[in-house]
C-alpha cells in the first residue's frame, strides 16, 4: 500500500540512478546505481505484480549487476570521462527528460497503465538507449540494454503478468550480465589462431 | 517419445555437454554433426502422432509438451521445417570440421539452433520472442573470437536483436487485444507499427540492417555466416506464421506495398553496396541484405507464386550463403586477405575456393544456370505483373550485385604467374566442389530439387 502511495518517488530514483550510469562515476558507482535502479524498477513492478512475483526483477537485477561489476577487476580508473564529456551527457540527458515527459501521456492513453508505470518505464528506456548510443566499451553497451530492458519490463508487467514471460525474462537478463562479463573478458581469453 | 523433446531438448541438452569437449574439435564436430544428421533423417522418415513400427518395436512420437502452461508444438506440418533445419545444421557442423571457426562454434552453435526451433514450436507466438533473444544471446560469444576484443559488428548485433525483444512482445499483446476488440483502429495501427519494428529489427530490414556488413566484416566468416542464415531465415518464418494468424494483419490493404518497397531498398541497397566493396567479407554482409531483400519482396507480393518463390528460395540461400562463407574461410586459412587487392590472382593459387566464392556471389546475385536463378526468374515475372517501377529498382540493384561479381572475377583472374598451384587442403576441396555441384545441380534441374521445399510453407493455409 505505501509502496503504491509513494511511487513516484521512484521516478526520480530512477532518473537519478540512470544518469550516474550514462555519466560514469567510476565502476563502484557504476554498481551502486544500477543496484538501486533495480531496486526502483521493483517498487514500480509492485504497482501490477504481487510483491513475491516483482522481487524476481530485484533478485535478478542484482544478480546482473554482481555478474557485470566481478568482470572490472580495478576499472574504476577507465571509467571516469573527462569534465567536458560528463557535461555533454547530462546536457543529452536532459534533452531525453524533456522529451519522456512530453511523450509519457500518449503512452498511458495507449497502455493504460498509471503516471507512474509510464514515466518510469519511458525514462528507463529511453536513458537505456541514450547509454548504448553514447557507448563503445561492451559492457556500458550491455547495461544500456540492461535499463532499456527493464524499462520496458515496467510497462510490460502492467501489461501481462504470465509467469513464464517473468520467468523468461529473468533469464534474458542473467545471460545478457553474463554475456556482458564474457564480452569484457574476451581478450584476456586464450586465442583460438 | 516426444517430439519437442527430440527436436528440442536433446540438441540443446547436446550442446552443454559440447561445452565440456569442445577442445577436441573432431570430437565436438562428430557429435554436433552426426547429431543433427539424425534429427534431420528423423524428421524427414519419422510420422509424428503415428504409431511406428521398426521389427518388434512400437512407438510414437507425440507433438506436444506442456512447459508453465506453455504448449511446445512439433507437428507432421513442420517436418519439412525440421528436416531442412537439421540437414542444414549437419553441413555447417561438418564444414566447421575445416573451417575451424574457434572452439565456441559446435556448442553454442547447437544450442542456437535448438533455441531456434522453440521458437518456432511455442505457443502462443509471442514467446518466440524470448527464445529467439536467447538464441541471440548465445550467438555471441561464438562471434567473439577468444584473445580478441569485442567488435562494433558484434555489439550492434545485439542492440538491434535485443530491440526486436520489446516491440514483438508489445505487438503479441496488442494483437491479443483486438481480438477482444477488433473494431479499434488505433489498436490496430499500433499492433502494424510494434510488429513491423520488431520484424524489422530480426529480419535486418532498411534501415535496421547496418550491422550485418559490419559484422561480416569483423567476425569470423564462418560464424557470421552461421548466425545470418538461420537467424533472418527462420525469423521470416515466424512472421509468416504471425501473418497467417490474424487477419486484420493478412488483410491490411497496406501491407503489400510496405513490403514491397522496403524489400526493393534492400535489394537495391545491397546490390549497390556489395558492387562498390573492396572488402569481400562486407560484400558478403551487402549479399546477405539482397538475399533477404528478395525473400521479403517474394512474401510481400501476397500471391501463391511469391509464397512458392520464399520457400524455393530457401535452400538456394543456405547453400550459397554457406560456400560464400566456407570459401572466406580457406581464403583466410591461406593466408590471403578478402579483399578485392588481395584475391588477385588467386584462380590460380586457390582455384576451388575461388570458383567457390564466384559460385555462391553469382548464385546470390541469381545468374543464370546457378541455383537461384529459377526462383529469381520466376519472382522477376511476378514482380514485373504488379509493378514496372518495382521491376525496374530490383534489376539495378540485381545488375549492380552482378558488376561486383563480375569485378571480382577479373581481380581472381589476374594473374601474371603462368601456372597452377591447388594450394588448398584435400577435405577443402571436397567440401568446396561438393557444394558448388549442388548449386550448379539446382540451377540445371530445379524441377528435381526445389519442389520438396513446398512443404515448408503449407502449413501457412491462409497465406496459399
Given at each position: 500500500m505505501i509502496l503504491s502511495q509513494y511511487a513516484i518517488v521512484a521516478v526520480p530514483i530512477l532518473m537519478v540512478c540512470s544518469l550516474v550510469l550514462l555519466v560514469g562515476f567510476g565502476w563502484r558507482g557504476t554498481q551502486i546505481a544500477l543496484s538501486v535502479q533495480y531496486l526502483a524498477v521493483f517498487w514500480l513492478v509492485t504497482l501490477s505484480w504481487p510483491v513475491g512475483m516483482a522481487a524476481v526483477k530485484l533478485v535478478v537485477g542484482l544478480m546482473a549487476?554482481?555478474?557485470?561489476?566481478?568482470?572490472?577487476?580495478?576499472?574504476?580508473?577507465?571509467?571516469?570521462?573527462?569534465?567536458?564529456?560528463?557535461?555533454?551527457?547530462?546536457?543529452?540527458?536532459?534533452?531525453?527528460?524533456?522529451?519522456?515527459?512530453?511523450?509519457?501521456?500518449?503512452?498511458?492513453?495507449?497502455?493504460?497503465?498509471?503516471?507512474?508505470?509510464?514515466?518510469?518505464?519511458?525514462?528507463?528506456?529511453?536513458?537505456?538507449?541514450?547509454?548504448?548510443?553514447?557507448?563503445?566499451?561492451?559492457?556500458?553497451?550491455?547495461?544500456?540494454?540492461?535499463?532499456?530492458?527493464?524499462?520496458?519490463e515496467i510497462l510490460y508487467?502492467?501489461?501481462?503478468?504470465?509467469?513464464?514471460?517473468?520467468?523468461?525474462?529473468?533469464?534474458?537478463?542473467?545471460?545478457?550480465?553474463?554475456v556482458g562479463s564474457f564480452m569484457a573478458a574476451v581478450p584476456a581469453l586464450e586465442s583460438d589462431r | 517419445m516426444n517430439a519437442p523433446v527430440l527436436w528440442i531438448g536433446l540438441p540443446f541438452g547436446v550442446a552443454m555437454g559440447l561445452f565440456f569437449v569442445m577442445r577436441r574439435a573432431g570430437l565436438a564436430t562428430g557429435i554436433s554433426a552426426g547429431l543433427c544428421l539424425v534429427l534431420a533423417l528423423l524428421a524427414w522418415q519419422a510420422p509424428i502422432d503415428q504409431l511406428i513400427q521398426i521389427g518388434p518395436l512400437n512407438f510414437k512420437i507425440s507433438s506436444e509438451i506442456v512447459i508453465l502452461g506453455r504448449r511446445f508444438v512439433l507437428d507432421n506440418s513442420q517436418r519439412p521445417f525440421l528436416t531442412l533445419v537439421y540437414a542444414l545444421g549437419f553441413a555447417w557442423f561438418f564444414g566447421a570440421g575445416v573451417a575451424r571457426p574457434g572452439r565456441l562454434f559446435w556448442p553454442a552453435g547447437l544450442g542456437f539452433i535448438a533455441l531456434l526451433v522453440a521458437a518456432q514450436a511455442v505457443q502462443p507466438f509471442l514467446f518466440a520472442a524470448l527464445l529467439i533473444e536467447m538464441a541471440v544471446l548465445l550467438s555471441v560469444p561464438m562471434l567473439s573470437s577468444p584473445g580478441h576484443t569485442v567488435t562494433q559488428g558484434t555489439l550492434r548485433y545485439l542492440i538491434f536483436q535485443t530491440l526486436a525483444l520489446p516491440f514483438i512482445l508489445l505487438a503479441g499483446w496488442a494483437a491479443g487485444a483486438i481480438e477482444t476488440n477488433p473494431n479499434?483502429?488505433?489498436?490496430?495501427?499500433?499492433?502494424?507499427?510494434?510488429?513491423?519494428?520488431?520484424?524489422?529489427?530480426?529480419?535486418?530490414?532498411?534501415?535496421?540492417?547496418?550491422?550485418?556488413p559490419l559484422l561480416t566484416g569483423e567476425a569470423h566468416p564462418y560464424t557470421a555466416g552461421f548466425v545470418l542464415s538461420f537467424l533472418p531465415g527462420l525469423a521470416l518464418f515466424l512472421a509468416l506464421g504471425f501473418l497467417d494468424s490474424y487477419t486484420w494483419l493478412r488483410d491490411n490493404p497496406n501491407l503489400p506495398v510496405v513490403f514491397q518497397v522496403i524489400s526493393t531498398i534492400m535489394v537495391v541497397t545491397g546490390g549497390v553496396g556489395a558492387a562498390v566493396q573492396k572488402d569481400l567479407k562486407r560484400a558478403f554482409g551487402y549479399a546477405?541484405?539482397?538475399?533477404?531483400?528478395?525473400?521479403?519482396?517474394?512474401?510481400?507480393?501476397?500471391?501463391?507464386?511469391?509464397?512458392?518463390?520464399?520457400?524455393?528460395?530457401?535452400?538456394p540461400r543456405f547453400l550459397a550463403l554457406l560456400l560464400f562463407a566456407f570459401a572466406l574461410t580457406i581464403f583466410e586459412q591461406a593466408g590471403v586477405p578478402a579483399t578485392l587487392e588481395g584475391v588477385k590472382g588467386s584462380l590460380r593459387r586457390l582455384p576451388f575456393a575461388s570458383a567457390g566464392l564466384l559460385a555462391a556471389y553469382f548464385s546470390l546475385g541469381g545468374l543464370p544456370l546457378l541455383a537461384e536463378f529459377p526462383v529469381r526468374q520466376a519472382l522477376i515475372e511476378a514482380v514485373a505483373g504488379q509493378s514496372l517501377v518495382l521491376?525496374?529498382?530490383?534489376?539495378?540493384?540485381?545488375?549492380?550485385?552482378?558488376?561486383?561479381?563480375?569485378?571480382?572475377?577479373?581481380?581472381?583472374?589476374?594473374?601474371?604467374?603462368?601456372?597452377?598451384?591447388?594450394?588448398?587442403?584435400?577435405?577443402?576441396?571436397?567440401?568446396?566442389?561438393?557444394?558448388?555441384?549442388?548449386?550448379?545441380?539446382?540451377?540445371?534441374?530445379?524441377?528435381?530439387?526445389?519442389?520438396?521445399?513446398?512443404?515448408?510453407?503449407?502449413?501457412?493455409?491462409?497465406?496459399?
Open positions: 549487476s554482481a555478474v557485470l561489476a566481478n568482470t572490472q577487476p580495478g576499472a574504476s580508473d577507465r571509467d571516469v570521462l573527462p569534465p567536458s564529456g560528463r557535461i555533454f551527457r547530462v546536457l543529452a540527458a536532459v534533452l531525453v527528460w524533456i522529451v519522456v515527459f512530453s511523450v509519457y501521456p500518449s503512452v498511458m492513453t495507449m497502455t493504460h497503465a498509471g503516471e507512474d508505470v509510464s514515466l518510469g518505464s519511458l525514462m528507463l528506456m529511453a536513458m537505456g538507449l541514450l547509454q548504448m548510443g553514447m557507448s563503445r566499451r561492451p559492457v556500458r553497451v550491455v547495461i544500456g540494454l540492461l535499463s532499456f530492458l527493464a524499462g520496458f508487467a502492467a501489461l501481462e503478468a504470465s509467469v513464464l514471460v517473468a520467468g523468461l525474462l529473468a533469464a534474458i537478463n542473467l545471460s545478457l550480465a553474463l | 479499434d483502429t488505433r489498436l490496430l495501427i499500433q499492433a502494424a507499427i510494434f510488429m513491423g519494428l520488431g520484424f524489422g529489427f530480426w529480419l535486418a530490414v532498411f534501415p535496421f540492417n547496418t550491422w550485418v546477405v541484405i539482397l538475399e533477404s531483400g528478395f525473400s521479403l519482396l517474394a512474401v510481400g507480393l501476397r500471391t501463391t507464386v511469391g509464397l512458392q518463390a520464399f520457400a524455393s528460395l530457401l535452400l521491376l525496374a529498382w530490383v534489376l539495378f540493384g540485381s545488375l549492380a550485385f552482378w558488376g561486383g561479381g563480375f569485378r571480382l572475377l577479373a581481380n581472381m583472374a589476374d594473374s601474371q604467374e603462368a601456372g597452377w598451384k591447388i594450394e588448398e587442403k584435400g577435405l577443402a576441396v571436397v567440401l568446396l566442389s561438393f557444394a558448388m555441384l549442388a548449386i550448379l545441380f539446382i540451377g540445371l534441374l530445379p524441377g528435381v530439387a526445389l519442389p520438396g521445399m513446398q512443404g515448408l510453407v503449407l502449413r501457412f493455409t491462409h497465406l496459399q
